[in-house]
């Protein structure tokens, strides 16, 4: 029987058949899966790290295995902790990873968090009667400071280095009211959630202040999306009735096509329709609170109040989940309106972050190696 099987020297030729192909091991990296499986075979070799690094690969890849979601921080008694999705055991240590360095970091009196993406967190700790801004970014073992501007500065890169900054300043009914929600910039703009009505945006290039109505119906309990660089999405609960907008940017306007509903539908009957037994007995003046909603509109998540549950509902499938709740001695403060759940998502990072690459590491004997 033993002659029957491949001797050792065979299945390494083998081995190194397969990856000296360059199309067929480029195949075998966009079957990977995760990020994290690129970054682990970017340190085998040079070869490797250029090929897994290859921007044309890494767009496949994004395509084929979007960033996942890890997990979320949610506050507690005024203080935030880390929450663990259930995981593949690929991902399961990265999830371990970032629990142990964000609660670590939010500790017993910990800073809050003021925006989440990709990976990182900004977070702010009142100390000395001075606020304290800093970021964390647990899968990147990396932590800074970033400064805090009242007005908006635009620099613009050009061959001879960052010009001089443009200063855009505007008038708001209430400026107490900004909520920390800020989008990456789509076509130029970037767009805030506030508490006052409307939208406010930012046209980096004319370095200007704009106002983004709301879609008709829609009150303050909404969070925004970015849509692929094509727009910006809406997510709004009325009651447990949620309802998805889109908004597509115009290159050459504010974004004046205005609003398309997309989605709509009830998290109750969603929840229900997929055998859970909604066990909460709601009551007059109920709501669930919009509270983070993932790019594209993939997934939002939901806090209920009154009974202190965070739920995650995948907006495509329409799957609904009970994700964290309350320890039940608190749900006293949620009735009277004393307290809210904050609920900041924890995405993988992406693009993944290659270590660079000082000399080879490789064991002579590993078959994989070329």
């Known amino acids: 029987m033993d002659g029957d099987r491949p001797t050792t020297a065979a299945a390494a030729a083998s081995v ?46 994004r395509e084929r295995h979007p960033p996942r979601l890890l997990g979320f921080c949610v ?64 899968l990147l073992s990396g932590e800074s400071e970033v400064q805090r501007k009242v007005r908006a500065e635009v620099y613009v890169l050009g061959s001879g280095g960052w010009g001089f ?15 920390t929600k800020m989008l990456p910039p789509v076509r130029g703009k970037v767009f805030m959630v506030t508490s006052f009505g409307c939208i406010l945006g930012l046209d980096l290039a004319a370095a200007r202040f704009l106002m983004l109505e709301l879609p ?26 949620l309802s998805v907008w889109l908004h597509r940017m115009m290159s050459n306007s504010d974004g004046a096509s205005g609003w398309l509903l997309v989605d709509t539908f009830c998290v109750r009957e969603a929840y229900s329709s997929a055998g859970h037994n909604w066990v909460w007995m709601p009551q007059d003046g109920d709501f669930l609170g919009v509270d983070a909603v993932g790019d594209n509109a993939e997934f939002v998540f939901l806090d209920y109040a009154r009974y202190g549950v965070v739920l995650y509902v995948h907006l495509r499938s329409r799957v609904v ?45 590993d078959p994989t190696v070329l």
């Open 16 to 61: 190194r058949s397969v990856l000296g192909d360059d199309d067929l091991f480029r195949e075998i990296l966009l079957r990977l899966g995760f990020p994290n499986c690129l970054v682990r075979a970017s340190l085998v070799s040079k070869r490797w790290l250029l090929h897994a690094s290859d921007p044309a690969l890494l767009r496949l890849f």
């Open 75 to 138: 506050s507690n008694d005024a203080r935030y902790q880390f929450v663990q999705l259930e995981q593949s055991p690929e991902l399961a240590a990265l999830s371990r990873r970032v629990a142990s360095s964000c609660n670590a970091a939010f500790g017993c009196r910990g800073p809050g968090i003021g925006h989440s993406r990709n990976g990182r967190l900004i977070t702010t700790l009142f100390h000395g009667g001075r606020v304290k801004h800093s970021l964390l970014a647990p």
């Open 165 to 179: 900054p443009a200063t855009a300043m505007t008038e708001v009914p209430n400026p107490a009211a900004f909520l």
């Open 216 to 241: 008709a119906g829609v009150g303050r309990n909404y969070m925004l999306s970015s849509a692929e660089g094509s727009g910006i999405y809406l997510v709004n609960a009325d009651g447990f009735q």
């Open 321 to 365: 989940k009970k994700v964290y709740e309350q320890a039940p001695y608190h749900h006293g403060f949620f009735r009277m309106g004393l307290s809210h759940i904050h609920v900041s998502p924890f995405m993988m990072v992406w693009p993944p972050v290659f270590p660079a690459k000082k000399r080879d590491t490789i064991k002579s004997n």
